[in-house]
């Protein structure tokens, strides 16, 4: 049954932040760098005009948290000026994403904090030096990362670290996180997977985890830490859902979907507008990427852009469940965008089982495992065609990708492979799976 941190957590998750980019230049070169590409295709810093005109843009729509990023925000010429224009024009809460080398003058962090800046993220990736400088390719940026550190954790600022995790590194991810809680009180940590842009893909083969690497004893412990000590606040970005059967609630709100759109907008804006081929597309690349349901759902959609639904379908909710029959042409159980809404309105699986169990029942997007040995499934995503399309009839990306958060997000387990259905079953949204946990999948045999 869901956990109330995970419902915590989607309350937090869900609070609006803007995030601004910065600068395309960074002083690290890191061996995963996302941005590799961005940064010779752009100027290195973002004109300080467009982005005050952005900021004041952010307020205007509400936002009151700003996440400054890059590349590397501190090495902007404008940085403090443009973090005291994030303060003077109202912003609450101000946030960095930093290599916190900057941060090891003294002045400079003292400036920053002046400024405004009250939430400093430091992307950190090892235990040691050695580690750490390694992948981010710069001798030195451990120590100076320490030095920064230690020159903002003397203020009341928030402090919390990014590893993003790798083949060099998963085996202190543990360690990483019992040291820097231990010795600089910090106990929030956001994990991320490798997604294959910039210098990730080239070093791909090197650097990403499979299922198998999550195995490690460091990565389990930091699963148990997470579960069992409340003092820790942990997040995990773009990891495979299915690779934390049993944990939960540490799989990523499925709005953060939506984050990663925001970058690659004009792309697929192009794309469904245009006809314009995606550009990142390729056949490697796609296999590790993040989006790859999301792009093959968007593809289907547009290339099916005439469909018109067949189906009588009745969704169920426990409101109505007491209307399942034989007579209901077709069946699905309502998918809920939020967690809260699905806790309170979908319907008593028991009850459903119940139900259900004596067949000749015909399901839609519902795993095969759940709908019983006697009744049909059949997958059809198109049903919610009407719902995306704009005034001219394409499909607008706004509402896409909320559908596809809402209603098309479905995964399955690990275990699958060893199901009779796996080819021909989607799993199910992904929502029900944090809400009752992947064991509430049952491969057959
Ligand atoms: S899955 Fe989509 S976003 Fe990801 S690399 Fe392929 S085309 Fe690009
Ligand atoms: S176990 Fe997995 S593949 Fe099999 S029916 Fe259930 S969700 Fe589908």
Not at 208 to 220: A, C, E, I, N
Request: a positive charge.
């Amino acid at each position: 049954m869901v956990k109330n941190n995970l419902l915590i957590k989607e309350k937090i998750a869900s609070k609006p932040k803007y995030w601004l980019r910065l600068s395309y230049a960074c002083n690290n070169n890191c061996l995963f760098c996302l941005d590799k590409e961005a940064q010779s295709n752009n100027e290195q810093f973002v004109s300080e005009k467009d982005l005050q005109s952005e900021i004041k843009q952010a307020l205007k729509e509400g936002y009151r948290k700003i996440i400054l990023s890059g590349g590397e925000p501190t090495i902007h010429p404008r940085f403090l000026h443009l973090v005291k224009f994030c303060q003077n024009l109202g912003f609450e809460r101000i946030q960095i994403i930093t290599n916190g080398r900057m941060l090891a003058y003294r002045k400079f962090a003292r400036q920053t904090l002046i400024s405004g800046v009250n939430e400093v993220t430091f992307s950190l990736h090892g235990l040691d030096a050695q580690t750490h400088d390694y992948l981010v390719g710069v001798e030195g940026a451990y120590d100076q990362l320490i030095q920064g550190l230690h020159n903002i954790r003397a203020s009341n600022c928030i402090i919390n670290i990014d590893i993003v995790l790798n083949k060099k590194n998963i085996k202190q991810v543990h360690e990483i996180i019992d040291f820097f809680s231990k010795n600089y009180s910090i106990y929030e940590y956001d994990l991320l997977h490798l997604i294959p842009f910039g210098n990730a893909f080239k070093n791909l083969s090197n650097l990403v985890l499979s299922y198998k690497d999550y195995q490690q004893k460091s990565w389990q412990k930091v699963l148990t830490l997470a579960k069992n000590d409340k003092r820790y606040f942990i997040w995990t970005n773009r990891l495979p859902a299915q690779y934390l059967e049993d944990h939960e609630a540490l799989i990523q709100d499925p709005h953060k979907l939506s984050d990663e759109l925001k970058g690659r907008r004009h792309m697929f804006e192009n794309y469904l507008q245009n006809n314009k081929e995606l550009a990142c597309k390729d056949g490697q690349r796609c296999a590790f990427c993040f989006l790859h349901d999301f792009c093959l759902k968007l593809s289907q959609f547009k290339e099916n852009i005439n469909y018109k639904p067949k189906y009588n379908i009745k969704f169920l909710t426990q409101k109505n469940l007491n209307e399942l029959n034989s007579n209901n042409l077709i069946v699905a159980i309502k998918n809920f965008e939020f967690l809260e809404k699905l806790k309170d309105q979908t319907v008593n699986l028991d009850e459903f089982k119940n139900k259900t169990k004596n067949g000749n029942l015909k399901f839609i997007n519902l795993p095969y495992c759940l709908a019983g040995q006697n009744n049909q499934v059949v997958y059809d995503f198109l049903i919610y065609l009407p719902k995306v399309l704009n005034n001219k009839k394409q499909i607008d990306l706004h509402k896409f990708a909320k559908m596809y958060i809402s209603n098309l997000y479905y995964l399955k387990s690990v275990r699958c492979d060893d199901c009779k259905y796996n080819n021909q079953c989607a799993g199910w949204h992904i929502n029900y799976l944090r809400y009752y946990g992947f064991k509430i999948l049952k491969p057959v045999k």
